[in-house]
C-alpha cells in the first residue's frame, strides 16, 4: 500500500472548544454530519479489506482510492483550512 497524491497536506480544524487538530490529507468534505479527512490510497484488493474506505473500490489494481484518517462531527468544528 503506498500514497498515491505524494506528501498530503495538513489541515488545521479549530473546533468549538477552542482545541486545534492537524490532520494530514489529501482532502476533506462534509457527509452525514461529519468532516472527512481522506488520504488517497493505491493497493491490492486485499489491502484495502478491513480499511475505513469512502466509496466504492473499483475491481481492479492499481487505482487511488479515499481512505478515511479522520472523521469529526461537523457540529464541533469551528474552522477548517489547509496549512
Same mark, same amino acid.
Given at each position: 500500500?503506498?500514497? &498515491? ?9 479549530? /473546533? #468549538?472548544?477552542?482545541?486545534? /487538530? +492537524? ?6 468534505? *462534509? ?10 490510497? +493505491?493497493?491490492? /484488493?486485499?489491502?484495502? &479489506? ?5 466509496? *466504492?473500490?473499483?475491481? #481492479?489494481?492499481?487505482? &487511488? ?5 479522520? #472523521? ?8 477548517? #483550512?489547509? /496549512?
Amino acid at each position: 500500500m503506498k500514497l &498515491a497524491a505524494g506528501v498530503p497536506s495538513q489541515w488545521l480544524v479549530t /473546533l #468549538r472548544s477552542g482545541a486545534a /487538530l +492537524t490532520i494530514l490529507a489529501d482532502g476533506y468534505h *462534509e457527509e452525514q454530519g461529519e468532516a472527512h479527512f481522506v488520504v488517497l490510497m +493505491t493497493a491490492s /484488493l486485499e489491502d484495502f &479489506a478491513g480499511l475505513p474506505v469512502d466509496g *466504492e473500490v473499483p475491481d #481492479r489494481q492499481g487505482v &487511488a482510492v479515499p481512505v478515511i484518517v479522520a #472523521r469529526v462531527p461537523t457540529s464541533e468544528v469551528a474552522d477548517v #483550512r489547509t /496549512l
